[in-house]
């Protein structure tokens, strides 16, 4: 602990609390860092360059952009306002500029508030603007301007001054850059990076606009900041608040909104850290603490990239000194976040090691919890403790009727009895809270949920909900927080049982953090492509059978209903949602009981089952799995209990198959009557699989029961050992004829054993050219294990008909295959990755595929010269005969 720290308990009689001394209330940062004046002849320019701004993550204003001036707002106004509240003004000059009202107004209002000027002397030259030429040129025009009455005559001399200004400024010259657009735009972008660093992109950009209350919810929680001294050390000031209140009342939003309320006073010195509401599996929750310091190391230490990638598990202490290093180095004050520190002792320790890492003298803390005896043991006093600060009846109002009838731009434009009903309704999302009695506050997240419920009443008609208010059935009665479920479950009781249970796997299976091999197990061709709402539709789409298209339209519909929150990037629940979820499933006898949670008699029911090292995570049938008919999902990690043998044959209605870790598992089997070639007919008795993936599985030694699975889609193996058994060949009757997988679509085996039976070349050769024929395949990755090869290049593959379809080839080729023929047939293949086959000699004539953006022969040592290749191709790595890769 370090021995300055404020809150550190061994120094509690060194400490001296202000009382009710507050902290000045900062101004909020401007929405916009840059503001982009021309005239409209530059426009097309300005509008490229603010394209090129925004990718660099900066913060420009330009007027044609829908987002930079509010709806139903005087547009001068906000002109006017943003000019005068960024930090760099950029100046098009040209002689359209020079000689329009609107161009000059801005000048002048960057000059008068002191803003930065930036002159970029696009059509014109600095020579433009000498003292003569303002007076018989530009001011000839001005004075046009005041006869026609768009200005007024004393406003000139501060255009004078302005353009003064302007001249002495240093800017860039289009001249200089060879007359390239292009050039001149990078170097413009450079410069203004430079003058102000564009906004690290972090989790806190919360919207402002779809914050109720921002600017005011924001300036109470910044008056609510309690000042801490240390005694002994010269101007040590600290100032902490932490807020608490139910879930779903706003801590999160409000911490997020305060981060960017702060960049106004701290810059980029302001970190959001989001701890866990509950203590998971230790092997993930151990990464995500990485994850979370090295955002902490990025945001406040000041370290270089290759430091914090360095630094491990295992070696996390070093993280914790280079944060600290960091801020001794720095020594400027930071503002911190320590948002929804749990019940568990282990979030709480987490939160006091920020806490004590020795922030700098000035810095601000803000922490938030569901309870005060929570902050109180991670902030060691009461006196920072705080409930958090309530909307007040317009501010929810006006957010209930934002979800309920949108096109209601005001609560002020409602009628008489129009209002006595939204009031109403409104009052029905009042919770008692501690810290609030005898009084009560709004409930946000209710507010959202019985205000999307109201917009399905007879099309949001304000008058119509009157009779859905007399349901008291319906609502809760009672005013108490553990009541609020009444109204979250609204929407959830309208939904299809299909999608219901579309949200339960959303809800459930994302809060055990078991879904972490979405991101973590990806294969490499689809990272660059792939984001994690993609990737959730993908998952969804294996679990319920359906098209992607309609899983997506299904968990757009939850977003609709507001039980996922809105994003086009990623399924993100709200942990009150996750709670609810987790109250349905744990009801005996329900339907969301049968789907999760059956016991042990009633496994028949049981539809999805979770086991983690041998205990049940989700559902909780203990009994031998094939007592689970039912069972459609089936995930096992690190379970040694099930023995060398897995038996899938009563699984019949089995739709995934995840195996992960089970060091013990030898055969993956199903003893149905039909055991050879059971794939053969209707697809086989396990003819609803369609996903397999079994990863790290050491021991495996044969995968018989894929031939019951006729309707495979997707099937991945992977050794842990890879490589480290060498010719190995699985004691199968015979390989299996994939000619009978019409479904596949990825195949992916890398395994340190031949669990095809594909050791000798010619056998290999065969299944490729089978596996290649399949319709639906898009992707397959070949690693096969190490056998003792034969002579190097003495095989060709020479394809002769392959899918339309196949977008990815990944193989490393036996050493004894020297050249592949019949590539160009491959029109749809974006990816080619043969890296390591050490035998190729030969690869034809690249340009003939269309599509091919990625090529890699890394290791490929024997390729006697590099293929040609056809302009899409935007990533290629290679291994040179002298050993050297390049890109």
Not at 411 to 438: M, N, Q, T, W
Request: charge should be neutral; include cysteine.
């Amino acid at each position: 602990m370090c021995p300055h720290d404020p809150v550190s308990p061994s120094l509690e009689d060194g400490m001296e609390s202000s009382g009710p001394k507050r902290r000045r209330v900062c101004e909020p940062q401007p929405k916009h860092d840059i503001f982009l004046s021309h005239s409209g002849q530059e426009k097309p320019f300005v509008e490229q360059l603010y394209h090129d701004l925004r990718r660099v993550n900066q913060r420009a204003f330009f007027d044609q952009d829908s987002n930079c001036l509010a709806k139903a707002e005087k547009f001068a106004r906000e002109i006017i306002d943003a000019a005068g509240r960024c930090r760099v003004g950029v100046v098009v000059v040209s002689e359209g500029f020079l000689t329009s009202k609107w161009p000059m107004l801005e000048l002048s209002r960057f000059v008068e508030c002191g803003v930065k000027v930036f002159p970029l002397f696009f059509k014109l030259s600095p020579s433009d603007l000498k003292g003569n030429e303002v007076e018989t040129k530009w001011k000839q025009s001005w004075r046009q301007l005041v006869e026609r009455g768009e200005v007024k005559e004393e406003v000139l001399e501060s255009w004078s001054k302005a353009v003064k200004e302007l001249r002495s400024s240093n800017g860039l010259e289009y001249g200089k850059f060879a007359n390239s657009e292009y050039k001149y735009r990078c170097a413009v972008v450079e410069e203004i990076c430079k003058l102000w660093p564009p906004r690290v992109k972090c989790s806190t950009d919360v919207p402002q606009d779809e914050i109720q209350g921002y600017e005011r919810l924001c300036k109470v929680a910044s008056s609510m900041f309690t000042e801490v001294k240390v005694r002994g050390r010269d101007e040590e000031i600290y100032w902490y608040l932490g807020l608490y209140g139910m879930g779903g009342v706003g801590k999160t939003t409000l911490c997020k909104a305060m981060c960017s309320y702060s960049q106004g006073e701290f810059g980029d010195r302001v970190c959001y850290v989001e701890l866990p509401s509950e203590q998971g599996n230790e092997d993930i929750a151990g990464k995500e603490r990485l994850a979370r310091l090295k955002r902490a190391l990025q945001r406040l230490g000041g370290c270089d990239r290759s430091v914090i990638d360095s630094i491990s598990e295992e070696a996390i202490q070093e993280g914790w000194e280079c944060l600290k290093d960091g801020l001794i180095r720095n020594q400027r004050p930071v503002f911190l976040a320590i948002d929804n520190v749990g019940d568990c002792e282990a979030s709480r320790s987490e939160a006091r090691k920020y806490l004590n890492v020795g922030l700098p003298s000035g810095s601000k803390v803000l922490v938030t919890a569901r309870s005060q005896e929570i902050l109180r043991s991670v902030l060691r006093g009461t006196e920072y403790c705080k409930p958090i600060p309530r909307l007040e009846w317009l501010e929810a109002a006006t957010l209930f009727l934002s979800y309920a009838a949108p096109w209601v731009l005001s609560v002020s434009l409602l009628k008489a009895e129009e209002r006595e009903i939204v009031e109403r309704c409104v009052s029905e999302c009042r919770f008692e809270d501690i810290g609030y009695d005898p009084s009560s506050q709004y409930h946000p997240l209710v507010l959202r949920a019985l205000g999307t419920y109201y917009h399905d009443v007879d099309g949001g008609s304000v008058m119509r909900w009157e009779e859905a208010l007399e349901n008291r059935n319906k609502l809760q009665r009672s005013r108490e927080a553990r009541n609020v479920n009444a109204i979250l479950g609204l929407n959830y009781h309208s939904l299809s049982e299909q999608v219901k249970l579309v949200f339960l796997d959303c809800a459930l299976y994302s809060s055990h953090g078991y879904g972490y091999w979405k991101s973590d197990l990806t294969s490499w061709w689809s990272l660059r492509e792939s984001d994690e709402m993609n990737m959730w539709v993908s998952w969804i789409s294996e679990v319920h059978g359906v098209s992607a298209s309609d899983a997506k339209l299904m968990v757009k519909e939850l977003q609709r209903l507001s039980l996922v929150e809105d994003s086009s990037s990623v399924v993100s629940i709200h942990d009150l949602y996750k709670e609810f979820a987790r109250v349905l499933v744990e009801k005996e006898g329900s339907i969301e009981w049968h789907w999760w949670m059956s016991q042990v008699s009633n496994a028949k029911h049981l539809k999805r089952l979770v086991l983690y090292r041998d205990k049940p995570i989700i559902g909780r049938a203990m009994g031998r799995f094939v007592d689970c008919r039912s069972l459609v999902y089936l995930e096992l990690v690190d379970c040694d209990d099930i023995g060398p043998d897995l038996e899938l044959g009563n699984l019949r209605s089995l739709r995934v198959l995840y195996v992960f870790w089970c060091k013990k598992l030898k055969r993956v089997v199903c003893s149905c009557i039909n055991r050879r070639h059971c794939y053969e007919r209707a697809g086989g008795c396990l003819s609803e699989l369609t996903t397999v993936q079994l990863r790290w599985v050491e021991s495996l030694e044969a995968v018989p029961f894929l031939r019951h699975c006729g309707n495979l889609q997707y099937l991945e193996i992977h050794g842990h050992n890879f490589g480290s058994i060498s010719g190995f060949v699985a004691t199968d009757e015979e390989p299996m004829d994939f000619r009978y997988f019409k479904a596949l679509r990825t195949i992916s085996i890398r395994c340190g054993r031949d669990i095809l039976g594909l050791a000798k070349c010619d056998a290999f050769i065969r299944w490729l050219l089978t596996v290649l024929q399949l319709e639906n395949l898009t992707a397959v990755d070949y690693e096969p294990h190490n056998s003792k090869w034969e002579e190097n290049g003495v095989h060709t593959i020479e394809l002769v008909q392959v899918s339309r379809k196949l977008s990815v080839l990944s193989l490393r080729l036996p050493k004894e295959i020297g050249e592949v023929k019949g590539l160009h047939l491959l029109s749809e293949l974006t990816t080619l990755n043969l890296s390591g086959s050490r035998g190729l000699r030969r690869l034809p004539d690249l340009r003939c595929l269309p599509k091919l953006k990625r090529l890699c022969v890394f290791g490929c040592c024997n390729l006697e010269a590099h293929p040609l290749l056809g302009p899409e191709v935007r990533e290629v790595v290679k291994f040179f005969k002298d050993g050297v890769s390049g890109y």
